[in-house]
T-cell receptor, first 113, second 114 residues
Framework: AQSVAQPEDQVNVAEGNPLTVKCTYS??????LFWYVQYPNRGLQFLLK??????LVKGSYGFEAEFNKSQTSFHLKKPSALVSDSALYFC???????????FGPGTRLSVLP | NAGVMQNPRHLVRRRGQEARLRCSPM?????VYWYRQLPEEGLKFMVY????????ESGMPKERFSAEFPKEGPSILRIQQVVRGDSAAYFC????????????FGPGTRLTVL
């Protein structure tokens, strides 16, 4: 069965510091990996995805993520956090055999001024 | 270029009533997905539809829940005889194709069952 883990419920970081939100996955076949952000009472907004190619993927709002096949990870990163980055972040994955998306439980990011 | 539209944004029903949630996909998208999000939890897949077809309903409860995506008009998620446990946020997403395309999400419908 497919699964996505986000081992941290909450990540706190000071404004201006680098941030990392962790994600590991288990899917059949080659993985398709996505990050979404959710602000309060809103839908999910797409940040970035990995399908194939370069392991470092750049996305919206200065976010990037690194695909690591050996560690089955797809951690989200940003060099310098903003207070406005505070939100709930979801990692999602599916295999390339046509399975449905599986979402992680989410990580709440708090950027402190 | 409108994104995914969902209505109503908030829906209050009493136990035993019917809830009808609507989703209009992004222009040009023919793939629609419904998800349910319980408080402080991630999204759980419910059903995947293309125009006039249910492709995968493996995440749908066997009773009381149904979905459709007619040739004309929005996709509808219907919950009959609602119970308190149905209270959740229901999100619709759409994509251009099935394979590697990004799913774009609507703002969600928050269902409260009294």
């Amino acid at each position: 069965a497919q699964s996505v883990a986000q081992p941290e419920d909450q990540v706190n970081v000071a404004e201006g510091n680098p941030l990392t939100v962790k994600c590991t996955y288990s899917v059949s076949g080659n993985p398709y990996l996505f990050w979404y952000v959710q602000y309060p009472n809103r839908g999910l907004q797409f940040l970035l995805k990995y399908i194939t190619g370069d392991n470092l993927v750049k996305g919206s709002y200065g976010f990037e993520a690194e695909f690591n096949k050996s560690q089955t990870s797809f951690h989200l990163k940003k060099p310098s956090a903003l207070v406005s980055d505070s939100a709930l972040y979801f990692c999602a994955a599916r295999g390339n055999y046509g399975q449905n998306f599986v979402f992680g439980p989410g990580t709440r990011l708090s950027v402190l001024p | 270029n409108a994104g995914v539209m969902q209505n109503p944004r908030h829906l209050v029903r009493r136990r035993g009533q019917e809830a009808r949630l609507r989703c209009s996909p992004m222009k040009g998208h023919s793939h629609v997905y419904w998800y349910r999000q319980l408080p402080e939890e991630g999204l759980k897949f419910m059903v995947y539809l293309q125009k006039e077809n249910i492709i995968d309903e493996s995440g749908m409860p066997k009773e009381r829940f149904s979905a459709e995506f007619p040739k004309e008009g929005p996709s509808i998620l219907r919950i009959q005889q609602v119970v308190r446990g149905d209270s959740a946020a229901y999100f619709c997403a759409s994509s251009l194709s099935r394979s590697t395309d990004t799913q774009y999400f609507g703002p969600g419908t928050r269902l409260t069952v009294l």
